[in-house]
């Protein structure tokens, strides 16, 4: 079985408890993660996976707190002694923006950096992102105010799938992609253009007839009547918090 791991769970601005939010889907020894807006080599050692284990990074949008951190990444792979190339996934402008940051630091005395395979997603639904022996995930584009990739990862060795909103408006793509998924993690900022509320991502959720809603990339003072209403509507609803690991 595999994990799914909420290395952070919240907004771009959130409260003490919660980093930018960042999950990793793990199998065994090894490991996908997504976004990486914060620290995120410290948060996958937080969780006992190593950094020699990272597949791929998918990057859902370009938007600071779900890139900003890349150059950080990189730096640690190559202080951790990882030698092998790190594969990221993502939407063209995305891969850009953390090509451009990490461009900002001069690297040529950093003997064996991993090189960097980029892997651009195509903005159209159900678009293959990544596939190996551990892994199959596909990504539809989202309601954001820049490109951005929803992503529904699937364990092929037990067959469970969680879907990824990443940061968007409720849409017909969302629900068409966590159909019938073990778990979907909805963003649930709040009633702003671009993001959802949680009632919203409960909406979603019943739509797509999902096993259980987790809401991630909260704000600061979460909406305890959103949650409410939310839970009325979908009653397997939980916020996700810092540090949960959610088996799939």
């Known amino acids: 079985m595999a994990t799914l791991h909420l290395l952070g769970t919240g907004a771009a601005l959130a409260d003490a408890s919660r980093t930018t939010t960042m999950l990793a889907a793990a199998a065994g020894d090894r490991c996908v993660a997504v976004d990486c807006g914060g620290d995120l080599a410290q948060r ?29 990444l990189m730096e ?16 063209e402008r995305a891969l850009a923006q953390a090509q451009q940051l990490f461009a900002c630091f001069d690297t040529e005395g950093w003997e064996g950096l991993p090189e960097v395979r980029w892997h651009p997603v195509p903005l159209r639904e159900e678009a293959l992102v990544w596939e190996d022996e551990h892994w199959s995930i596909l990504g539809s584009p989202v309601r954001h105010s820049v490109p951005t990739v929803a992503l529904r990862i699937e364990d092929r060795g037990d067959g469970g799938v969680v879907v990824y909103s990443a940061d968007t408006e409720p849409c017909p793509a969302l629900v068409h992609l966590a159909r019938g998924a073990d778990i979907l993690v909805h963003e649930a900022t709040g009633e702003f253009p671009g993001h959802s509320s949680p009632p919203a991502a409960a909406e979603v959720a019943r739509a797509a007839e999902v096993g259980r809603l987790v809401l991630v990339h909260l704000p600061p003072v979460v909406d305890y009547e959103a949650l409410v209403e939310a839970r009325r509507r979908f009653p397997a609803t939980d916020l996700g918090r810092d540090g949960d690991r959610l088996e799939f």
């Open 76 to 91: 640690k792979l190559w202080l951790s002694g990882r030698r092998r190339p790190l594969p990221v996934c993502g939407p």
């Open 44 to 72: 996958l050692l937080a969780h006992g996976l190593a950094l020699a284990h990272l597949d791929a990074l998918i990057l859902t949008h370009e938007h600071p707190d779900h890139v900003a951190g890349f150059p950080l």
